[in-house]
């Protein structure tokens, strides 16, 4: 299935088309090159022509991946063998992104491991639909992570068959924080405390399945989130999104966020359930669509 029609539940088709138009993609030789728009003017700035960039480009390339020990930063193992790796890359020698601290998330293209092409248009998606669909106060504290550029190789003896660039972030994963979202940040798009979803009987089920209650009560907190965004026109696929990040603390070089993703849940394939039932409580009613809301 194309990647356009794959996000039709998500966006509407006048943004889609829109989208189509910003992204830039540069097909050379047996590759395929999908850019952000200002990433791809800055590329223009800086080389006489694509050629110049793609050999430097692949130069970088083939000396991360022959050394790829000594920039991964996946912090867990590849146990259901995905063949997708995170490398933390400085960007010394291409000279067009942002942010010179980057993350490579490349992928084998195993069907296990995912669409890097989706979660590159996705982002783009969302990103436009935080500006107009949120209040300035929410888009101050929630975010998406950037992403700079796809690529895609056809050649079969490329080891990495797709590369997503992206700024490296700081921060935590909400699975880290105890006390889950902040009170200010529950204020805003109308999320329980930790504390008041303890009280409430409709998650007693939820409560018995974690004896630790942590894990179940994040992901309770990350479902009313997603009602509030789907409530302004913005349909979030599943309860962990890595891209999401929360604006934890701020000053002038130092923007702290935590990420999205209260702890992975192991008991596929179960989970799109859970995260069905789950968001269904959380409204109190069902909501009409939502069966489309929750899924992984």
Known sequence: MDIIS????STSATRLSEL???IKTVAHQCYTFEFEPTVYHQLVQNYPSF???FDRFQQLHQS???HKENYDINPYQDTAHKGVYLLSVQDTDLG???YGDLVWKCSQGKLQGGNLRHQFYRSQVLISEFA???SAREQEMLQVCPVYLYM???REQDFCKQILVMPRVKGK?????????TAEFCQVFQIPSLEEIQQRSRFRLHRWLDPHKQRQLLKIQTAYLFRHLWQKGIKILSLNQKNILLNSASSSDDVRYTIIDPVADYFAPITPLYNLSTTALSTGQKMKGVEKLICE
């Open 6 to 9: 794959m996000l039709t539940t």
């Open 20 to 22: 189509q138009t910003m």
């Open 51 to 53: 050629a110049h960039f």
């Open 64 to 66: 991360i991946w022959l």
């Open 96 to 98: 067009i992104f942002p």
């Open 132 to 134: 107009t669909k949120l």
């Open 152 to 154: 895609q190789s056809q």
């Open 173 to 181: 994963t909400l699975g880290e924080i105890p006390t889950g979202f």
